[in-house]
């Protein structure tokens, strides 16, 4: 990897770290809320004789165990080592691998419960207070962790705020036993068992998207194409033979090959350093962008020529010539095969004339462009930074 990739790399990576640490903190928070819930639950249901209660409490110790692993697997997301040239993004997704399966063992040991437990009726006036304070507790964190979540891209937190919501519903369900045991219904043992149910399908939905997180499941489409989109939007770019990407910790890599319209080793080293530090600035979640560049000179040229007029001479300024030459020209025999005038609809404009006019002709992808002589100006040197040969009028035709 050159020195400008690593330089692209180390600038994705800054905005995700940063991710990182704020995620890190709302998994601690979440880790001493689910303490909390896990406490009050468990002695309520003991006292209240609560056997859904009792299951509730148990699923929130199983998510503190859940909300430690993603503590840690965030913790270790954000650290280097030359070992993992590629970062430790995946610790993440270790740690949402560690949280399904406590789910499925919590969901396990409720159901066990449920079925296997005595069928006695709780005692209301002390469970319905707690099941309900809790209610409201998980389903607030648990909306908040998930829009955090989303937010930094953490998959850790995301598993984190669904295990929040699993629990909100199955706190839901006791809820509703209790206040059925109030009217006399013993719906415990039931309730315990819908319990257990939601926590398996909980617990097997993360499992899933760990496992295919670990076995470098390709980003989503729409995101490949939107990068494969905004890297032949380059005028040098002639197109991409492939682009290979993969998911990391919720972070993307993205490894592409991609033709240049030119020669220039020099050149096509600044085009894909531009292009690599582009997606990582347009696509936050892409921590690095690597593209190797295969050059080819084109069979035809695109030449550019400012004009005063129409069919008139060449221009002297850049972004104030009302008019441009588009010239297709044949490399081996420098015939012209079209010709078409271009009207400038940006050379009258008060503001940013040389930036509207200058990224307007590298709409039309040129390998040259015609000039009286070299002059300093914005449009000149986005031109000459894509790439876009300068040649001067008198020296045009050699």
Same mark, same amino acid.
């Given at each position: 990897?050159?020195?400008?990739?690593?330089?692209?790399?180390?600038?994705? #990576?800054?905005?995700?770290?940063?991710?990182?640490?704020?995620?890190?903190?709302?998994?601690?928070?979440?880790?001493?809320? #689910?303490?909390?819930?896990?406490?009050?639950?468990?002695?309520?249901?003991?006292?209240?004789?609560?056997?859904?209660?009792?299951?509730?409490?148990?699923?929130?110790?199983?998510?503190?165990?859940?909300?430690?692993?993603?503590?840690?697997?965030?913790?270790?997301?954000?650290?280097?080592?030359?070992?993992?040239?590629?970062?430790?993004?995946?610790?993440?997704?270790?740690?949402?691998?560690?949280?399904?399966?406590?789910?499925?063992?919590?969901?396990?040991?409720?159901?066990?419960?449920?079925?296997?437990?005595?069928?006695?009726?709780?005692?209301?006036?002390?469970?319905?207070?707690?099941?309900?304070?809790?209610?409201?507790?998980?389903?607030?964190?648990?909306?908040?962790?998930?829009?955090?979540?989303?937010?930094?891209?953490?998959?850790?937190?995301?598993?984190?705020?669904?295990?929040?919501?699993?629990?909100?519903?199955?706190?839901?369900?006791?809820?509703?036993?209790?206040?059925?045991?109030?009217?006399?219904? #013993?719906?415990?043992?039931?309730?315990?068992?819908?319990?257990?149910?939601?926590?398996?399908?909980?617990?097997?939905?993360?499992?899933?998207?760990?496992?295919?997180?670990?076995?470098?499941?390709?980003?989503?489409?729409?995101?490949?194409?939107?990068?494969?989109?905004?890297?032949?939007?380059?005028?040098?770019?002639?197109?991409?033979?492939?682009?290979?990407?993969?998911?990391?910790?919720?972070?993307?890599?993205?490894?592409?090959?991609?033709?240049?319209?030119?020669?220039?080793?020099?050149?096509?080293?600044?085009?894909?350093?531009?292009?690599?530090?582009?997606?990582?600035?347009?696509?936050?979640?892409?921590?690095?962008?690597?593209?190797?560049?295969?050059?080819?000179?084109?069979?035809?040229?695109?030449?550019?020529?400012?004009?005063?007029?129409?069919?008139?001479?060449?221009?002297?300024?850049?972004?104030?010539?009302?008019?441009?030459?588009?010239?297709?020209?044949?490399?081996?025999?420098?015939?012209?095969?079209?010709?078409?005038?271009?009207?400038?609809?940006?050379?009258?404009?008060?503001?940013?004339?040389?930036?509207?006019?200058?990224?307007?002709?590298?709409?039309?992808?040129?390998?040259?462009?015609?000039?009286?002589?070299?002059?300093?100006?914005?449009?000149?040197?986005?031109?000459?930074?894509?790439?876009?040969?300068?040649?001067?009028?008198?020296?045009?035709?050699?």
């Amino acid at each position: 990897m050159t020195h400008q990739s690593v330089q692209t790399v180390q600038s994705g #990576n800054s905005s995700s770290l940063d991710e990182i640490k704020k995620a890190r903190t709302r998994a601690a928070v979440s880790v001493c809320i #689910n303490l909390s819930l896990a406490l009050g639950k468990g002695i309520a249901g003991i006292l209240a004789g609560s056997s859904a209660l009792l299951g509730d409490a148990i699923h929130s110790a199983t998510d503190v165990i859940a909300s430690a692993a993603a503590y840690i697997g965030l913790w270790l997301a954000g650290r280097r080592h030359a070992s993992f040239p590629y970062g430790l993004y995946k610790a993440e997704t270790v740690a949402t691998l560690v949280t399904s399966i406590a789910i499925i063992l919590a969901g396990y040991e409720i159901g066990r419960r449920a079925f296997l437990g005595p069928g006695t009726m709780p005692d209301v006036k002390l469970a319905l207070p707690v099941a309900l304070a809790c209610l409201i507790i998980t389903f607030s964190f648990g909306f908040y962790q998930l829009r955090m979540g989303r937010r930094f891209h953490s998959p850790a937190l995301v598993a984190d705020a669904k295990d929040y919501l699993a629990d909100g519903m199955s706190t839901g369900v006791v809820v509703i036993s209790l206040v059925g045991a109030y009217f006399g219904l #013993n719906l415990d043992r039931w309730a315990a068992g819908a319990v257990a149910l939601f926590v398996f399908w909980s617990g097997g939905q993360l499992l899933w998207r760990a496992v295919l997180d670990l076995m470098d499941e390709a980003i989503d489409r729409d995101a490949e194409r939107e990068i494969i989109s905004l890297v032949t939007s380059h005028p040098r770019v002639e197109k991409v033979i492939q682009c290979l990407s993969r998911n990391a910790g919720g972070r993307f890599i993205v490894d592409l090959d991609v033709v240049l319209r030119t020669h220039s080793h020099e050149l096509a080293d600044r085009v894909s350093h531009s292009l690599e530090h582009e997606i990582c600035r347009q696509f936050p979640r892409v921590v690095m962008a690597r593209i190797k560049t295969h050059s080819r000179q084109p069979e035809h040229i695109r030449r550019l020529t400012p004009l005063k007029e129409q069919g008139g001479a060449v221009a002297e300024q850049l972004a104030k010539a009302p008019w441009f030459l588009l010239e297709i020209i044949d490399r081996s025999t420098m015939e012209t095969i079209r010709q078409e005038n271009l009207q400038n609809p940006h050379w009258q404009a008060e503001t940013k004339r040389g930036f509207l006019v200058g990224k307007w002709l590298l709409e039309y992808n040129p390998d040259q462009l015609i000039v009286v002589r070299e002059k300093e100006g914005t449009a000149f040197a986005l031109l000459k930074e894509a790439g876009v040969e300068i040649k001067l009028a008198e020296n045009a035709g050699a």
